[in-house]
């Protein structure tokens, strides 16, 4: 079964970037596509994002202008960079994969990890 | 606020049967996207519960089940047992937004 892990700073200051990778292990980052998803404390589910292994990417129109997925074949990584945060973008990170075939669920998930937004 | 609405709560005894509604619009579900609902206990990963409406994954039991109609979809859990006491959450698409969204989720208790 394949294992998603996030890694990245838990604390970024205001105004500055938000930088998370999530590694991708026993399977191949090849031919899926992979999503962001976050969940500020206390409240529900929000989707950021997705980059296939080929580049192309998607983002949630809310978060476009601050938003940029990458991914890195050769180490089966992809990565979420968020600018100019504020305290609204303190959340629980979860990077993810989306099953194939269908429209945009989501069958496998990283166990999250969570970023504060404070100076 | 989001465009899929959940109940906040539902509750039921042991072995009792509940559902949980999701409730869209003419962008989303009611133009006939996909429907996906995932079981969420706080501290762990979201588990894929139900895609394409009513599609179990392997290895989840056939006690949920999912359906859709016009621009509603639902969750039921028959024979409701302690371990699904957790938060749910339905998916789809709005063209509308240009995004994938999620519902509001609906925490489900175990009387």
């Known amino acids: 079964q394949v294992l998603l892990q996030e890694s990245g700073p838990g604390l970024v200051k205001p105004s500055e970037t938000l930088s998370l990778t999530c590694t991708v292990s026993?399977?191949?980052?090849?031919?899926?596509?992979w999503t962001w998803i976050r969940q500020p404390p206390g409240k529900g589910l929000e989707w950021i994002g997705y980059?296939?292994?080929?580049?192309?990417?998607k983002y949630n129109p809310s978060l476009k202008s601050r938003v940029t997925m990458s991914v890195d074949t050769s180490k089966n990584q992809f990565s979420l960079k968020l600018s100019s945060v504020t305290a609204a973008d303190t959340a629980i990170y979860y990077c993810s994969r989306v099953a194939t075939g269908t429209q945009g669920a989501v069958d496998v998930w990283g166990q999250g990890t969570m970023v504060t937004v404070s100076s | 606020q989001s465009v899929l609405t959940q109940p906040p709560s539902v509750s039921g005894a042991p072995g009792q049967r509940v559902t949980i509604s999701c409730t869209g619009s003419?962008?989303?579900?009611?133009?006939?996207?996909?429907v996906h609902w995932y079981q969420h206990l706080p501290g762990t990963a979201p588990k894929f519960l139900i895609y394409?409406?009513?599609n179990r994954p392997s290895g989840v039991p056939d006690r949920f089940s999912g359906s859709k109609s016009g621009t509603s979809a639902s969750l039921a859990i028959s024979g409701l047992q302690a371990e699904d006491e957790a938060d749910y959450y339905c998916q789809s698409y709005d063209s509308s937004l240009s995004a994938y969204v999620f519902g509001s989720g609906t925490k489900v208790t175990v009387l």
């Open positions: 003419s962008s989303n579900i009611g133009a006939g996207y996909d």
């Open positions: 980059i296939h292994y080929s580049g192309t990417t």
């Open positions: 026993a399977g191949s980052i090849s031919t899926y596509y």
């Open positions: 394409g409406s009513s």
